[in-house]
């Protein structure tokens, strides 16, 4: 009798562990595959970094900036908007020891600006024994937005920061399986065992341009990361924009002219509450309020990354970037540098020290550092363009005054002014309006130049540099490579 009871109780528990088991089965297929490894086993994608990758970054796709999120809904927006993004860290601590993976490939990140030099910048870098890139190419990885929304959420406010840890390792390990990095054994792979001593970044010059998701995951999943931004005359920059976007050569009859580009993008920051009547809206009023952030939000998911007007409203920009840094307890003046994109290009050396310097590493070079810096990384071309109108110039001159004065204000004397005067980017030099003289715009890029940064090969491609129209100026680029705290400059001088 007793074993007879024994007996129908192990089938009772067979048959109910067979019901628990197809029931887990079915919830597992109905879930996302990283979501059913992390529910299987909480150690989600913790990788042997001698493990074959099983994620591939297209190396094409992530060259291109720009953002390819759906219509968020009201409520999703709502919590984009309202500062809500919210860091779950369960099971994830603040840092990572400092021979970590993800903490040495995250060590630091340039956010932007398109065509402000950004690729410029990034080449140099790559000329210090020390300094990997993330990414391969041009360096652009985009993690932040195209790979955490494929791989996490798209609108999630929550932000896990152990799952998006384990996702950016995926991330990294599918281009490390990039021709390029295998070279020589793997020397320029940041997740090449040899290379634990070495650090590496990743550009995304569409990381400035996307409102508040991209800084709040970054500083959540990695709150040690060093933050670069370099920015160039708006005039300029879109004037670079539309012939990288519509090159000379490329043109034909539906090619929209240089003001319908101009025009159309002022027309949506308008539409949405962005650019208002500033004579009967006060500029100062609605400069950081919060419907101006909402206006700028709702902006965003139109533009989709385009944006050649919108793009050189830096002051908006980097308030919601100085913002996620405060609510992160984060120092803006230790981890954000902004440079500026014509003394960068004029003192590329002096940029380069300073830089290697808020990083925090020693300010070394390589063989190679030499020719490096002595290539132009800025071409654009120009040739055959009619240039800007002078009432082109002039309409865009103030519709950037008022943006880069509080611009001026937030990062301190150092930027005071920097272009209020000077080179537009149809050649014009301006003084107090007035057209005093033409400059020659860059010779045309015929082809692509590959250089070697050193022993990692970085592609120049043709028509992501900048434009070759500004006139230098004469000032050290310690004046304007500015660490910023509570909207004041702090450090006047970068030591050489």
């Avoid at 920059?237 to 519509?246: A, E, I, P, T």
């Avoid at 992160?328 to 500026?340: A, C, G, P, V, Y």
Wanted: contains cysteine.
């Amino acid at each position: 009798m007793k074993n007879s009871t024994r007996l129908i109780a192990l089938l009772l528990t067979l048959i109910a562990y067979a019901i628990l088991s197809t029931s887990l089965f079915t919830k597992l297929l109905l879930r996302d595959p990283v979501e059913s490894a992390a529910f299987l086993n909480d150690e989600v994608l913790v990788f042997n970094e001698a493990d074959n990758a099983d994620y591939s970054v297209d190396e094409d796709a992530s060259s291109d900036d720009t953002d390819d999120d759906t219509e968020a809904t009201e409520e999703e927006q709502s919590s984009v908007t309202s500062s809500h993004f919210t860091c779950d860290t369960e099971g994830a601590p603040d840092f990572l020891p400092k021979n970590h993976i993800t903490r040495r490939s995250l060590h630091a990140a340039i956010i932007g600006t398109q065509k402000g030099g950004t690729q410029a910048l990034h080449t140099i870098l790559l000329t210090h024994p020390n300094i990997l890139t993330s990414s391969t190419g041009h360096g652009e990885l985009h993690f932040f937005n195209r790979y955490y929304q494929k791989l996490i959420s798209k609108s999630s406010p929550v932000i896990p920061r152990k799952k998006a840890r384990e996702a950016f390792v995926k991330t990294l390990r599918g281009r490390n399986n990039a021709k390029r990095l295998k070279r020589r054994g793997g020397e320029n792979d940041i997740s090449n065992p040899k290379n634990r001593d070495k650090v590496s970044f990743h550009s995304a010059p569409l990381y400035l341009f996307s409102g508040r998701k991209v800084p709040a995951r970054m500083l959540c999943v990695a709150p040690w990361i060093k933050v670069i931004a370099i920015l160039r005359n708006p005039i300029e920059r879109v004037y670079s924009h539309y012939h990288f976007v519509y090159p000379e050569k490329r043109k034909n009859g539906n090619t929209p002219s240089f003001e319908q580009f101009v025009l159309e993008d002022i027309a949506l920051l308008k539409q949405y509450g962005v650019l208002n009547d500033w004579n009967t809206t006060n500029f100062t009023e609605y400069s950081g309020s919060s419907e101006e952030y909402t206006a700028w939000e709702n902006y965003l998911k139109v533009a989709k990354g385009n944006g050649p007007i919108g793009r050189g409203l830096y002051a908006i920009q980097l308030e919601i970037w100085m913002d996620e840094f405060t609510s992160h307890n984060k120092s803006i003046s230790d981890d954000l540098l902004i440079l500026q994109s014509e003394s960068t290009k004029a003192y590329p050396e002096e940029a380069y020290h300073s830089t290697v310097q808020f990083l925090g590493l020693e300010s070394k070079t390589i063989q190679r550092h030499e020719h490096v810096m002595k290539k132009n990384h800025h071409a654009t071309d120009y040739s055959g363009s009619d240039g800007m109108s002078e009432e082109m110039y002039g309409m865009l001159y103030e519709l950037f005054g008022r943006y880069n004065r509080r611009l001026y204000g937030l990062l301190g004397r150092e930027w005071e002014g920097v272009w209020d005067d000077g080179v537009g980017a149809s050649g014009v030099l301006k003084n107090d309006g007035e057209v005093v003289a033409a400059v020659d715009g860059a010779a045309p890029v015929e082809e692509k130049d590959v250089e070697a940064a050193g022993e990692a090969a970085v592609v120049v491609e043709e028509g992501e540099g900048d434009a070759d129209t500004t006139v230098e100026k004469k000032e050290a680029v310690g004046d304007t490579a500015t660490s910023v705290e509570n909207g004041e400059a702090v450090g006047d001088q970068v030591e050489r």
